[in-house]
Every structure is written in C-alpha cells, then in structure tokens.
C-alpha cells in the first residue's frame, strides 16, 4: 500500500477544496458532493516538513524572523538538481505566493493602462490580476493540433505586436499539463525580444512531470535575453503546501529585482510567516523520495482515468505530460457548461471545474484534479458516468 492510498478526511477544516463547495458552486448543501476541483491534494505532506515545523512548534516562541541562508540555499540546489538550472542566490525574491509576486511585478515593471498578453485557455487569475491592477489582458489562443494545444506563432507575434508590455506564460501549462518544449519555449523569447515584451514565466507546476517528461525553466534557455524574464516558483504545488504561503521570484537583472524590491517594502507586506522558510526547506532538502513516489500515484491515477472515462463516446482525455490536473475534452457531446455542470453537482455530486473559468476557448471542458487516493478517483468516475448516464 502507498502512503498516498491513506484516506483523508479534511471535510469541516475550512479546506477551501472541501468546505468552501457552497458559496464556490451556490449549493445549498454540498455536503454530498466530491471535490475534484481547486488544484491541492487530498495527501499529507512529506514527513520531513511536518517534523520540521513540530520542532519549530515546540520552541513556542513565534517572534520575528528573516529568511535564513539556508532556506536560499534549498532553493539554489533545489533548482539546480531538479532542473539543472544554476541561479545566483541573489536572484532570489520571497513573496507570499506566486500570485501575490505576480501583483508585484506587474506594479513594478509596467504602468496602469499597459497591455499584459496572456494564451488562453490559461489559469483564471492571470486575467484577473493584470484587471484588478489596471492593466489591460490582450488574450491569444493556443490552438488544437493533433488532440492537444500549441502556440499558434504567427498569431502570437501579431497580439505581441499591439504593443504589449508584458506576457504571462505558464510553464508548464494549467489546466492543459502541457509540458513546453525548448523549441517553444525559444521562440516565445525570441517574439517577446522582438517586441521588447516583459516575461513573467509561472513555473510553480514544474516540479509535477509525469512519465519521464522534463521540465524547462524558461530563462535556462533564454540566453542573452535572460534579464527580461521573471519566474516564479513555489515548492506549495509541488508539496502541498498552498496554506502556509510561500513562493519566490528569480530576477537576474539587478534593476529590476530594486524596481521590485521598491514595491515589496511599499506594499508593507515584506516579510513571510515563520513556518513558511522551515516548510521550504525541509521540502526542498528531503521530500524528494516523497515526490517521486507521489508523480508514479497521480500517473496511474490519471491512467485509470484515461481509461474508464476517455472511452466514453463524445470524451476525448489526451494524457498530460505534467501536473495532477486532466482536461476532459466534451465538446462533441454538444452539451451546454451550464448543462454539464448541473448535471455532474445535481445527479453525479461531483464538483469539476467548468472550462471557461479558463477563458471562452475551455467551452466543452472541465478540469479535474486526481490529487488523491485512487479510491477516490475512482468514486470520483463512477460519479462522472452516473452524471452523464
Ligand atoms: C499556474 C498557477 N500559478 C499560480 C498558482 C497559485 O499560486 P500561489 O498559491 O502561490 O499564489 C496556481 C494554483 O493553482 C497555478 O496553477
């Protein structure tokens, strides 16, 4: 039995995933209904990282602190070990969370009013934080080739052109679990160099590659383009650790890291919450066995997936190359997302989460996370084929 077949009771802990169903999908009662949707997981976390905030517990005195050396360090290894990519330890910027560090730089490095690009269908906020912050979303869609989604280069070179500031990628893609390659990847640099567009590449998915994929940090590959790209990653995806609030940006051109550093203190929202570093560290040093055992669970549970679901007639589930996200293809059912949606929360009381939340090019998807035990993947598609009986 695998430490991820454990079951996990986390209803009634003010689990977003788990408790929030209510107000989320306006139910009166989701007391009943399974939730596939809000991408965490229904495991515990590595051993090493509840140890290590137990020892911090004990101490229990919660004064101020700073970020230690080697929490930095973790990442610089963590990085270079995982994806054989070497960072100064001074290109390391700690933010709350990958979204709040996104606020950051686009307050930092572009003005109210700018034009932010962004390739849709694409995780939510990356429309809405460039909105909130006043700047404008120019959207491009990726476009479907052989049952999955690419960069359509023609098409992103002409939105680039209408003078964009800034590009938002994610690498690798949610909800798609595309994995990018270099090729893409060096051509997206090559598009924004030629527009003198801002990158702001989202890699807090990297560390989930399935079956052997590799994932490539985007400024690895950028060249002499590098200061253009900020990335942003987290060890929270990766670990489980969405609650405790901690990601970091990698800025090599010094300018910018001041121009961003400048905003960070005006923000009044410099410093993390104590557990977060000792989180991080203890992830990034010894949850590696962890993790490798975890992308061999969620693979066979996305498999299993695959094959009770994507055999349906009108379901089209290509296999995601990283993440524990799936992209359910529905569109040839011809049913409306109002339809689907009612019909998986009333009939099979499971909640997905409808594609357009992803943009208007996720109409006639839905994205399920496979986050948990195989034995609740597999109430999860006894619930989807009653939904759709
Ligand atoms: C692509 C992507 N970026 C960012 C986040 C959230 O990051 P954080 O919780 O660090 O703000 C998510 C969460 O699902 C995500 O999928």
Redesign the pocket.
């Known amino acids: 039995m695998s430490i991820f077949d454990q079951p996990m009771n986390r209803r009634h802990t003010n689990s977003f995933k788990w408790d929030a169903m209510e107000k989320v999908y306006s139910l009166k009662d989701a007391s009943d209904i399974l939730p596939m949707w809000?991408?965490d997981m229904d495991f515990a976390a590595p051993e090493a990282v509840t140890q290590a905030l137990h020892n911090y517990l004990e101490q229990s005195v919660f004064g101020y602190s700073f970020i230690s050396d080697d929490a930095k360090d973790s990442v610089v290894d963590w990085l270079h070990t995982r994806h054989g990519w070497q960072i100064e330890k001074e290109s390391i910027l700690f933010r709350?969370?990958?979204?709040?560090?996104m606020a950051n730089i686009l307050t930092a490095l572009t003005k109210p009013g700018d034009k932010v690009l962004v390739s849709t269908p694409v995780?939510p906020?990356f429309f809405n934080v460039p909105k909130t912050n006043d700047r404008e979303v120019i959207t491009c869609p990726l476009v479907e080739e052989n049952g999955t989604f690419v960069y359509d280069f023609e098409a992103f070179e002409q939105a680039l052109a209408q003078d964009v500031k800034a590009y938002i990628l994610?690498n690798p893609h949610?909800p798609g679990g595309y994995v990018w390659s270099e090729e893409t990847l060096k051509e997206i640099v090559r598009l924004c160099a030629k527009y003198d567009v801002l990158i702001i590449s989202?890699e807090?998915?990297a560390d989930l590659m399935l079956d052997g994929a590799v994932h490539t940090p985007l400024a690895k590959v950028a060249g002499d383009e590098i200061d253009r790209i900020i990335t942003?990653m987290?060890p929270?995806?990766t670990f489980n650790l969405?609650g405790i609030?901690i990601?970091y940006m990698i800025v090599s051109d010094k300018k910018k890291r001041a121009q961003l550093e400048a905003v960070i203190t005006a923000s009044g929202h410099g410093s993390l919450n104590n557990f977060a570093p000792i989180a991080l560290h203890a992830a990034y040093t010894e949850g590696k066995p962890w993790l490798d055992e975890l992308l061999v669970y969620v693979s066979k549970n996305i498999d299993y997936v695959i094959a009770e679901l994507g055999q349906l007639p009108g379901i089209h589930i290509p296999k995601p190359q990283g993440t524990y996200l799936i992209w359910i293809d529905y569109r040839e059912l011809g049913i409306d997302e109002k339809d689907m949606m009612k019909r998986l929360l009333e009939v099979g009381h499971l909640a997905l989460e409808p594609g357009t939340k992803y943009g208007v090019e996720g109409n006639g998807f839905l994205r399920m996370n496979v986050a948990c035990s195989l034995d609740l993947v597999k109430e999860g598609v006894a619930r989807f084929k009653k939904a759709l009986a």
Do not use: E, L
């Not at 709350?96 to 560090?101: L, M």
């Open positions: 809000v991408a709350q969370g990958v979204i709040p560090a995780y906020p994610c949610n989202d807090i998915h942003c987290a929270t995806k969405a609030q990601a």
